[in-house]
């Protein structure tokens, strides 16, 4: 036993390395992938470009880091702090219509500029995109908050139902929301378009400049895992994680459970809220009826596929998830109609496949692609120190007499 | 001996009542500054749930906790605690997937004061906070004898360490009660024997009281400066350990019942 447990010491004293080298190798491929995309695509031959753009196009990779940015926010909620969000949608849904409410015509009576690149003569709310992710981030907060704080006091499940519960009403508050006593909150079923471009440096960046939003989606993603990481090595990050080991042994060491639960659900809203304008700014416009209950269970799943409460591991399950729903299915499924002279409809067997592809990660490596190493450690100890735990199993139940 | 201090700790005319079942009742009790008292009883006479009302886990059906002359009936688990009312448990309650350390950190959150921004910046207040909490929980484990084991998750330490790991623990809050359930539960008597002298260890240097509830009667005889015991929820004598060997209701309700279970 000692030297199971040795090893895993040793091991544990590696961590803060392991977290630079993955930072690192994060800015790299970034930078790889960016110069891959701008320099070295469009001199390559048209064929390879053609298959770029079916198997790998940029927009999909755009849309991917989105999911990223809302994965890590639901990450702290779900993977630091143990608290199980089915309705992280609202969050997203609520950034996305600051973005509409702050940076497009949808205000037209009103007519303010401020740090956008848009036309002085548009009418409406223009401010800038760090402000409106700024605003977008203060107010999910708010609304995490908000949220949080009655139904923070449950526990696990009914916490979960209580909170599919907000992610359902929230998007329909959003759809019906054309005509709340005479004021337009957010054009119902019309949703808000176009949304402003993304001013960088005096630039307008166009739905083509892809690798300038690239950019900025990565940062945002970066800065995420940073904040992340931050929090969790801090003050907060413990208590967080102390809530998920032992909640009453928590209280009993004075941590304050409402409150810290409450930070990470707020810390969790406000990158649902920054992932929502970064969406909006991606698609040009906001669509209530594209905030469903899928996305809160796709955010799960990358969480959860991924390997929970391990940063790097979310940001792989995300990519993936992304991938594969946006690009990945159809174009692997029309590669196989073409090539078998078949007519299915991939796209629309996408949650089979995601279901089905849960149901496999649950049996044969319930941790995730890249575990938090202390999860792996739970999951696994059955198959190898099994004589590690009897004795505590004796003595606790010596205990019980 | 400590026992003429002034009580630190009073519990007065503590009743608790589960659905008409009286788990306590009409107990009052003090822990004096600085000595080692405890609380001693059958399975099921109410102990635990005694220290459940002293650590604000269970509101009382009537009476009041004061510490330090201040009312504190009611008052939520982590404010208790963060007053100075520190515990361990019964049944081992470490934060399993944590480090030793990380453990004991956890308990200092109450004294620690970096927010959300500064953690994420590390502003210099927050780095001298971090490294000067990593350093006292460092000291904390070493003092309790295991600060080798610093960085290991705390499942994965043995049952005596984790035994020491949860004082340690209770300690980073810098209490002036320590309430230590049952704490040589699962020890063999050497390890008993050691336990009873880290006691007084804790309560001397750490300049604390302590209440201890336990079993092994040959750890509360030496441990003690004064016995508390209960039966069916009800005070039935008080005194020194020699008085509490002689005194026949206890012999009666406790020790020789205890002596029958114990062969």
């Known amino acids: 036993m000692s030297i199971i447990t040795r090893k895993k010491g040793a091991s544990k004293k590696k961590a803060p390395a392991s977290q630079r080298t993955w930072s690192i190798g994060f800015l790299t491929l970034a930078v790889a992938v960016y110069i891959f995309y701008t320099y070295i695509v469009p001199h390559t031959p048209d064929g390879f470009q053609n298959q770029i753009q079916t198997w790998f196009p940029p927009s999909a990779l755009n849309e991917a880091l989105v999911w990223v940015i809302a994965a890590l926010g639901l990450n702290i909620v779900v993977g630091y702090a143990g608290l199980l969000d089915l309705g992280f949608v609202a969050f997203w849904a609520i950034g996305g219509y600051t973005a509409g409410w702050f940076m497009s015509g949808f205000f037209y009576q009103i007519n303010l500029h401020f740090g956008s690149e848009s036309a002085k003569s548009f009418p409406g709310i223009h401010l800038s995109f760090w402000i409106v992710l700024l605003l977008g981030a203060l107010i999910c907060a708010f609304f995490g908050i908000l949220i949080g704080a009655p139904t923070l006091r449950l526990k696990s499940d009914y916490l979960a139902i209580v909170t599919l519960g907000f992610g359902e009403i929230i998007p329909q508050v959003f759809v019906n929301g054309e005509n709340i006593h005479g004021f337009n909150l957010s054009n119902g079923t019309k949703g808000i378009s176009p949304v402003d471009n993304i001013g960088l440096f005096g630039k307008r960046l166009g739905p083509f400049d892809l690798n300038y939003k690239y950019m900025i989606f990565v940062f945002m993603a970066g800065l995420m895992v940073f904040i992340s990481l931050r929090l969790r090595s801090g003050r907060l990050g413990r208590a967080w994680l102390a809530i998920r080991e032992d909640e009453l042994a928590a209280s009993m060491m004075g941590v304050p459970l409402m409150k810290t639960k409450l930070s990470a659900y707020a810390v969790g809203a406000i990158s649902g809220g920054l992932a929502g304008v970064a969406y909006a700014t991606h698609v040009n416009g906001i669509f209530a009826e594209r905030f469903q209950f899928s996305i809160s269970i796709i955010l799960l799943a990358m969480v959860v596929l991924g390997g929970m409460g391990n940063v790097w591991g979310v940001m792989v399950g995300a990519l993936l998830i992304a991938w594969v729903n946006s690009t990945g299915l159809p174009a692997l499924g029309n590669e196989i109609n073409s090539t078998f002279n078949t007519n299915i409809n991939f796209p629309s067997y996408t949650f089979l496949i995601f279901g089905g592809l849960l149901i496999l990660m649950m049996l044969f490596r319930r941790e995730g692609i890249l575990p938090e190493s202390r999860l792996k450690m739970v999951l696994h100890e059955n198959d190898d120190d099994v004589e590690n735990e009897a004795p505590h199993r004796n003595i606790s139940e010596e205990e019980a007499l | ?263």
Do not use: C, W
């Not at chain 2, 659905?19 to 500054?33: H, M, T, Y």
């Not at chain 2, 953690?119 to 780095?127: A, D, E, F, Y």
């Not at chain 2, 904390?140 to 290991?152: H, N, S, W």
């Open chain 2, 1 to 263: 001996m400590a026992l003429d201090s002034a009580p630190v700790l009073e519990a007065k005319n503590i009743s608790v009542e589960f659905g008409g079942l009286k788990a306590v009742e009409d107990v009052s009790f003090d822990i004096p500054d600085r000595s080692v008292v405890s609380l001693i009883g059958p399975n099921g006479a109410g102990k635990t749930t005694f220290f459940n009302v002293l650590t604000g886990l269970y509101k009382p059906t009537s009476g009041f906790v004061i510490y330090n002359g201040e009312d504190i009936t009611g008052v939520v688990p982590h404010k208790i605690a963060e007053k100075g009312v520190a515990r361990t448990f019964q049944n081992i309650r470490l934060f399993g997937l944590m480090t030793a350390e990380e453990n004991v950190m956890v308990a200092m959150h109450s004294h620690l004061k970096a927010g959300i921004i500064g953690t994420i910046i590390g502003s210099p207040l927050q780095r001298r906070e971090e490294r000067e909490a990593r350093e006292e929980a460092r000291a904390l484990l070493t003092f309790v004898g295991i600060g080798k084991t610093a960085m290991e998750f705390a499942r994965n330490l043995s049952y005596g360490d984790q035994r020491r790991l949860e004082v340690a623990r209770a300690l980073a809050l810098r209490p002036k009660v320590l309430l230590l359930d049952e704490p040589t539960a699962g020890m063999n008597p050497q390890e008993s024997a050691v336990f009873v002298d880290f006691v007084h260890k804790v309560r001397d240097e750490k300049n604390l009281a302590i209440l201890l509830i336990e079993h092994d009667m040959s750890v509360v005889m030496k441990v003690s400066e004064r016995i508390t015991v209960l039966d069916r929820g009800m005070k039935i004598a008080e005194g020194s350990p020699a008085d509490i060997k002689s005194n026949p209701r206890v012999i009666e309700a406790y020790l020789g019942k205890s002596a029958e279970v114990n062969k």
